[in-house]
């Protein structure tokens, strides 16, 4: 009898975010599982999930996004997909999904859109758009928590997604590692790793990268968990997921919602 194919699929809400969330996380899971059942490429299905925890509002992330120190509203996002698609949005403003927003320029001749000019791609396209008033913003009246992203695997493929709001009070403009490729995320033939935290620390370690290489070596992702939480001082607030063709495994220095589930298609 022939096999079936493998998916997994981890989701988070944030290092710092509240584990009680974890029923958010779950149901985008279960949303990219149906979307993968259905046939959905892999990449679609990732930012199938990271759209339902840009909606849910107590994320990070869309309408939960932070604000800058000027009460303005600037979210980063960025997929990719083991075959080498990517795209990324940074400091936009005025949309819904941004998640939607990368993945349209991941379809795109271009890799990362900033600012004014991402806003102004969005509306081409026809982008929902969201108005300051339908911005929930968490941080103020939640604990604070950060990023959403996702790891899927689908037999040989695998893809990931991120989306945030950034650092609560940072100034505008200010970017993180979410839609630096091989820093906040990075997808290959071996698997898929989407970190969460200070964006900062994240970039100076290229940590999705280097994550990623340990996949290559053939570490287990429960082993690759520690040893990259490990490269982050205590104090930093890191978190991680990760899915191989071997397993797949998630932590956090601090506290962290976040869900897996695995099935045979
Ligand atoms: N890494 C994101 C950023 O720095 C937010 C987070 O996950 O904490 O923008």
Redesign the pocket.
């Known amino acids: 009898m022939e096999e079936g194919k493998k998916l997994v699929v981890l989701t988070h809400g944030?290092?710092?975010s509240d584990p009680a969330f974890a029923d958010g996380t779950a149901i985008a899971g279960q949303i990219c599982m149906m979307s993968l059942q259905s046939g959905e490429p892999i990449i679609d299905s990732a930012c199938q999930a990271v759209a339902t925890l840009e909606d849910d509002g107590r994320f990070?992330a869309g309408i939960g996004s932070h604000k800058r120190n000027d009460d303005t509203v600037q979210m980063?996002a960025s997929c990719m997909d083991s075959s080498g698609t990517f795209g990324a949005v940074a400091a936009l403003e005025g949309f819904k999904n941004p998640i939607h927003v990368a993945r349209i320029v991941s379809q795109s001749e271009y890799k990362m859109l900033v600012g004014r000019g991402a806003n102004q791609f969005a509306a081409n396209q026809g982008c929902q758009t969201l108005s300051p008033n339908q911005i929930i913003g968490t941080g103020a009246d939640f604990s604070t928590t950060?990023?959403v992203g996702c790891v899927v695997r689908a037999g040989d493929q695998f893809a990931c997604a991120l989306s945030?709001g950034?650092?609560d009070d940072a100034i505008p403009g200010r970017?993180?590692?979410?839609p630096l490729i091989g820093c906040?995320l990075y997808a290959g033939p071996d698997g898929a790793v989407a970190?969460?935290?200070?964006?900062?620390a994240?970039a100076m370690q290229v940590t999705a990268l280097r994550a990623y290489q340990l996949i290559e070596q053939g570490m287990d992702p429960k082993a690759i968990v520690p040893t990259v939480i490990a490269w982050f001082k205590e104090t930093t607030?890191f978190?991680i997921i990760v899915v191989s063709k071997i397993g797949f495994a998630g932590g956090v220095n601090c506290s962290m919602a976040w869900t897996a589930s695995e099935m045979l298609h």
């Open positions: 944030g290092a710092g990070n980063d950060d990023t945030t950034g650092i970017v993180g590692d979410v906040g970190a969460t935290g200070d964006g900062e994240i607030a978190g």
